[in-house]
């Protein structure tokens, strides 16, 4: 999840924040072409998000951190791991109870 980092210039939307933005498109255009940026997008009220495939988070975070608009300071971000129980793109709807799910969780 992105958000507005200490550099964003108040007052100006994701479009007017210059440079790091563009920068910040470029980087994530590359990354889909890589195959590693699944889903990504600014939200309407502010913020973003990324859905990355990463083998870990320090992997995550590191190419995160090398983002054009992190490095700015004009967005910042937080990692969230997601397990997916749904997703229409790879065909996966699980079909377990959420007992069977905290067990999968459990056993790593």
Known sequence: ???HGANWQAGRTVYQQGAPID???????????EGVLLLG???EDGGGI???EAPDEEAAAALLDRDPAVMAGV??????RLHAYFDAF??????????AL??????G
Not at 75 to 80: A, E, G, N, T
Not at 90 to 99: F, G, K, L, W
Not at 102 to 107: C, E, G, N, S
Request: aromatic share 10%; proline share 2%; no cysteine.
């Open 1 to 3: 999840m992105f958000s």
């Open 41 to 43: 997008g600014p939200f």
């Open 102 to 107: 905290a067990a999968q969780r459990k056993a």
């Open 90 to 99: 790879a065909s996966v709807r699980t079909e377990v109870s959420v007992a």
């Open 23 to 33: 920068g910040h498109l470029r980087s994530m255009r590359h990354r889909f072409d």
């Open 50 to 52: 990324a859905v990355i």
């Open 75 to 80: 967005l910042s971000y937080r990692l969230h």
